[in-house]
Each structure stands twice: as structure tokens, then as C-alpha cells.
């Protein structure tokens, strides 16, 4: 069964450095998402991508975040100048098309800022 | 008021259990409801998906909406220990973003 995979599955910098956490959607999905939750809090939506382009973000996804399409595959999530409180698990999801609205998740990437 | 709310629980049940988990949400726009499993340390995993009130079957999952009350369930009958995990209900909108709002989970312990 397909599935959406993640790099790395952990993570570890500095403050002020810049992350990039990568995700290989389901091959036939077209809507891409990243979400976060921090230790023994909520799953929070951070982004929703389709058609190369940001389609919905919340107020979380502030300047210092981007997400990018490279190529046909890869999905990733950027963080330019990490935070402390950025410190969470990264999930990556997607979804085939508009009118099926599941989303698949991925395992997640552990970031944590020091 | 929160969007979303779940108890955190944990509960804990014996096996063979019938298990009721629920979520109460305040927006009534949210259109998509789903429940997902989420493992300790990792990725949510689908379980049910539903559209609109009503119920909606799956071997031993059964997952209800009453958008009257704004009040979803989720039962588990025949518990396992294998379905020790937290579970996360989580709802949308019906636009093209469809970004999913989660509720806390539900700790559920279910003992041989």
C-alpha cells in the first residue's frame, strides 16, 4: 500500500539555523499538507500546497517558513532562522483530489532546536 | 471555546470491550469528519471518514455524526490490546484547502 514517507526521522540544530524537512507524497496525490505537534499538544495545520502554490496557511506559517515542489516527488518544508518553540513533529500529508477529502500522513520528522 | 474538544482520557477498558470515544466541536461550517490513530511518536493513521450525519461502518469501527448537536463518535467494539493507542478526531470545511482541525485525542488503554 502507497504511503507517504518522511527525512529525516529526526533532527537536531541550532537556533538560528536553517532546517529543511522533506516528504515524498502518495505518487497519485495531488494536495500536499504540513502540519506540526508539538509534545502532548494538538496536531496543528501549517499549510496546504496544490497546483505549485500555497492555498491556505495558518497564522503559525509566518515568514521564516516556505514549502516548496522541486520536482515531481518531493515535497519539503523550510525553516529559515529555527526558534526553540519551533522544537515539534513535522507531518507531512496529501490527498488524491478535490471531492476525496482524506488526507494521509506521514511517520513525521522529530525537530528539535537547541 | 475551543474549535475541537475531546476528553484526553486515558481510558482504560478490558479487552473485548466496547469502547465509545467522542468530540464535541463548535463550528458548524465543518462539513468532513475523521478519525485517525495516532501511535506514541508517530504519524496519525486513518480510520474512518465521514460525510454529513449519520453512521458509517467498519469491521469493528463504527463512527457516528450529529451535526445537530455538533457531536461525533467513534465506537470499537470488541477492543483489543492492539488498539491501545490515542485517538484523534479531526474535521474540515468544505473549500478547496480543506486543512484538517484536530481535537486533543482520546488516551485509550485496553487491557488483556
Redesign the interface.
Known sequence: EPE?TQTPSHQVTQMGQEVILRCVPISNHL?F?W?RQILG?????LV?F?NNEI??K?EIFDDQFSVERPDGSNFTLKIRSTKLEDSA?Y?C?S?RR?GL????????T?LLVL | QKEVEQDPGPLSVPEGAIVSLNCTYSNSAFQYFMWYRQYSRKGPELLMYTYSSGNKEDGRFTAQVDKSSKYISLFIRDSQPSDSATYLCAMSFNNAGNMLTFGGGTRLMVKP
Open positions: 507517504v494536495y499538507y502540519y499538544q494538538k496536531v496543528e495545520f496546504s496544490y492555498s491556505e495558518s513533529m507531518f500529508a490527498r478535490e477529502e482524506t488526507q494521509y500522513f506521514g511517520p513525521g522529530r
